[in-house]
């Protein structure tokens, strides 16, 4: 049975905001799996690309890049196993300074994961139109704003 506009209009959006949230965030990393990646080291790869370091180009210690990350870490993300693991593969160096690198094979990792995206966006977007998508993202980033927080945050 579908809801009649009245009935949405009166459910609760820290529900839905959670809902969708759990429910998009587990079918991106079910997809980052195969790919021998969690979201939070493919982010970690993402920061450490050469166009995106520091702003003095010297890496990013890992307290840096959890600062740059905390606005979409979960709980239970553990960025000092993350990098561990890319360490142990190679896919990052560590410098004497404790400065993090993206090596040439983590480049390669990271290029292929960046290739499944557009599959991800799509099936997420199924049947969303662009002018639907940005409503909602206006919506949500209002009522950030209407409690206190910032809306702005990426």
Do not use: F
């Not at 839905?16 to 587990?26: E, P, T």
């Not at 050469?50 to 990013?60: V, W």
């Not at 292929?112 to 966006?121: I, N």
Request: with cysteine; glycine share 8%.
């Amino acid at each position: 049975m579908e809801n009649t506009d009245a009935e949405l209009a009166a459910q609760p959006i820290g529900y839905w905001s959670g809902a969708a949230h759990r429910a998009i965030i587990a079918y991106i990393r079910g997809q980052l799996a195969p790919l021998g990646l969690s979201q939070p080291q493919y982010w970690l790869l993402r920061h450490l690309c050469a166009n995106d370091l520091s702003p003095d180009g010297r890496g990013l210690t890992l307290t840096e890049l959890t600062d740059r990350m905390r606005a979409y870490l979960d709980d239970g993300d553990d960025l000092e196993s993350d990098a561990a693991d890319l360490l142990g593969r190679g896919w990052i160096t560590r410098d004497a300074d404790h400065r993090l690198w993206i090596t040439e094979a983590g480049e390669k990792g990271h290029a292929r994961v960046k290739e499944h995206a557009p599959t991800v966006r799509t099936r997420i977007h199924d049947d969303i139109d662009d002018a639907n998508y940005v409503t909602t993202l206006k919506v949500l980033r209002r009522m950030i704003k209407n409690v206190g927080g910032d809306p702005d945050a990426s």
